[in-house]
């Protein structure tokens, strides 16, 4: 059973930057897809951003290209999964998920998923 445990949300100002992480455990998939998904009260969910474990492929949603870099770091045999998020506004407020899948980004649905982060971005 994958793990995916989120964190590094929280309050920042207009403008400023927060890095999230996504601290994957469990059986290690051969060929994954992770990604950031986000969901605003009173929205849908909307994909953000995803990696691929194949090629290191990433694919961002058009309302964060240019704010928005997601990563990945394989050291010691653990996982974790960055996004790091730039140039903040109050739209970007939302509580964030990671999940992950076996095959490549984007996938339409994925099986594993975190209990999410809320990000607030408030002056």
């Known amino acids: 059973q994958l793990q995916l445990v989120e964190s590094g949300g929280g309050l920042v100002q207009p403008g400023g930057s927060l890095r999230l992480s996504c601290a994957v455990s469990?059986?290690?998939?051969?060929?994954?897809?992770i990604a950031w998904f986000r969901q605003a009260p009173g929205k849908e969910r909307e994909g953000v951003s995803c990696?691929?474990?194949?090629?290191?492929?990433?694919?961002?949603a058009d309302s964060v290209k240019g704010r928005f870099t997601i990563s990945r770091d394989n050291a010691k045999n653990t996982l974790t999964v960055y996004l790091q998020m730039n140039s903040l506004n109050p739209e970007d407020t939302a509580v964030y998920y990671c999940?992950?899948?076996?095959?490549?980004?984007?996938?339409?649905?994925?099986?594993?998923w975190g209990q999410g982060t809320q990000v607030t971005v408030s002056s």
């Open positions: 999940a992950a899948d076996v095959g490549w980004c984007p996938l339409a649905k994925y099986a594993y």
């Open positions: 469990g059986y290690p998939l051969e060929h994954y897809a």
């Open positions: 990696i691929s474990s194949g090629d290191g492929s990433t694919h961002y």
